[in-house]
């Protein structure tokens, strides 16, 4: 059963307002509670929350940078939640480290709930105090992740999560935006559900720094093996990439937690190779720009519909179009033309 969306704003909770340093010290701190509550002003549409969010990233940001950031993809029903929980717990029990796990769960196009379910799916996690799991709503947002997962990041790490694993809806037409957010994206698969060379869409896997056959165990490991091989030989025909990685295909099996340090240690190898040779480097400040580019998107969107004369006029329009009175392409340069019309300066 799905439950209504969250509130988007930090008033109205009950409990009293943090100061804005307070959200910083917390933060920093590692306080739990308080970067639970960093990230909800952060993730709030509010406008009195805009300001206190970007303090609050203004403050941490020099704090972060610092850790692991693995993007993880996949068809629904692959596993990718049991996976996150066996590989999270390889790192809290094996390697001694902490983990953060940012997981985004579709949004009803009809009600706009969501089910954030991750923590119920990952049990070991979740009672870990070394782990901290954000679910967050996607809210219609493309690109498989949710609109503010970068801050969100940029938070766990003030926090002194070394390890952030981003968990997405899974593959779609525009599950991307996690790659330009992430130092390595690896993509889950499972052997013998069809013609698995058929159904890889090529711009996944040009972008893919890795590739794990999950669920490689009892009768179906021989064709996970079968299936490893058969991946391996396809990235073979695809052109070398520019930062002198060659993704490796990997086997496991999260529920018997076999291959997952083999996962990890292709992960940090990976994260050595790019550090050594300046393309990690080169590559997160690609990604700054891409979420500045983002950002003025949306505060552009923002403008558009907040605009008087836009929100007048832009419902007589839709009703227009939906009549077939006007064309979409006459529609949007009349509300647009409209839109570049306002003063500067106007609300």
């Given at each position: 059963?799905?439950?209504?969306?969250?509130?988007?704003?930090?008033?109205?909770?009950?409990?009293?307002?943090?100061?804005?340093?307070?959200?910083?010290?917390?933060?920093?701190?590692?306080?739990?509670?308080?970067?639970?509550?960093?990230?909800?002003?952060?993730?709030?549409?509010?406008?009195?929350?805009?300001?206190?969010?970007?303090?609050i990233?203004?403050?941490?940001?020099?704090?972060?940078?610092?850790?692991?950031?693995?993007?993880?993809?996949?068809?629904?029903g692959v596993g990718k939640s049991t996976f996150i929980d066996a590989l999270g717990m390889h790192l809290i029990r094996e390697r001694g480290e902490n983990v953060a796990v940012l997981s985004i769960d579709p949004s009803s196009p009809v009600s706009g709930g969501s089910i954030l379910g991750d923590k119920t799916r990952m049990?070991?996690?979740?009672?870990?105090?070394?782990?901290?799991?954000?679910?967050?709503?996607?809210?219609?947002?493309?690109?498989?992740?949710?609109?503010?997962?970068?801050?969100?990041?940029?938070?766990?790490?003030?926090?002194g999560y070394r390890n952030n694993l981003i968990e997405t809806v899974g593959v779609g037409q525009s599950e991307t935006a996690v790659r330009s957010m992430t130092d390595f994206f690896l993509l889950l698969m499972l052997a013998g559900a069809g013609d698995e060379l058929q159904g890889m869409k090529r711009g996944i896997i040009e972008m893919l720094d890795g590739m794990a056959i999950n669920k490689a165990d009892g009768d179906n490991l021989r064709k996970a093996e079968r299936a490893r091989i058969e991946y391996s030989?396809?990235?073979?025909?695809?052109?070398?990439?520019?930062?002198?990685?060659?993704?490796?295909?990997?086997?496991?099996?999260?529920?018997?937690?076999?291959?997952?340090?083999?996962?990890?240690?292709?992960?940090?190898d990976h994260h050595q190779l790019l550090a050594a040779n300046g393309h990690?480097?080169?590559?997160?400040?690609?990604?700054?720009?891409?979420?500045?580019?983002?950002?003025?998107g949306l505060g552009l969107e923002a403008a558009f519909r907040a605009d008087p004369a836009v929100a007048e006029r832009l419902p007589l329009l839709k009703e227009e179009v939906i009549q077939g009175r006007v064309t979409p392409f006459a529609a949007s340069r009349e509300i647009l033309a409209l839109f570049r019309a306002r003063p500067p300066g106007a609300n």
């Amino acid at each position: 059963m799905r439950v209504p969306p969250r509130p988007t704003g930090t008033a109205g909770r009950g409990r009293r307002r943090l100061a804005p340093e307070e959200y910083v010290q917390g933060v920093l701190s590692g306080n739990r509670t308080v970067l639970a509550r960093a990230i909800t002003v952060v993730e709030s549409d509010l406008p009195s929350d805009g300001e206190l969010a970007a303090h609050i990233l203004d403050a941490v940001l020099p704090h972060t940078g610092r850790s692991l950031r693995v993007g993880i993809t996949g068809v629904p029903g692959v596993g990718k939640s049991t996976f996150i929980d066996a590989l999270g717990m390889h790192l809290i029990r094996e390697r001694g480290e902490n983990v953060a796990v940012l997981s985004i769960d579709p949004s009803s196009p009809v009600s706009g709930g969501s089910i954030l379910g991750d923590k119920t799916r990952m049990e070991r996690l979740a009672v870990e105090e070394r782990a901290f799991i954000r679910p967050s709503p996607s809210r219609g947002h493309l690109g498989g992740v949710a609109r503010r997962t970068r801050e969100t990041l940029l938070l766990c790490e003030a926090a002194g999560y070394r390890n952030n694993l981003i968990e997405t809806v899974g593959v779609g037409q525009s599950e991307t935006a996690v790659r330009s957010m992430t130092d390595f994206f690896l993509l889950l698969m499972l052997a013998g559900a069809g013609d698995e060379l058929q159904g890889m869409k090529r711009g996944i896997i040009e972008m893919l720094d890795g590739m794990a056959i999950n669920k490689a165990d009892g009768d179906n490991l021989r064709k996970a093996e079968r299936a490893r091989i058969e991946y391996s030989s396809a990235l073979h025909l695809f052109p070398a990439s520019p930062d002198g990685w060659t993704p490796r295909v990997l086997t496991c099996s999260s529920l018997h937690g076999n291959g997952i340090p083999e996962i990890w240690r292709m992960v940090l190898d990976h994260h050595q190779l790019l550090a050594a040779n300046g393309h990690l480097e080169r590559r997160r400040k690609g990604q700054a720009l891409e979420w500045m580019n983002e950002l003025v998107g949306l505060g552009l969107e923002a403008a558009f519909r907040a605009d008087p004369a836009v929100a007048e006029r832009l419902p007589l329009l839709k009703e227009e179009v939906i009549q077939g009175r006007v064309t979409p392409f006459a529609a949007s340069r009349e509300i647009l033309a409209l839109f570049r019309a306002r003063p500067p300066g106007a609300n």
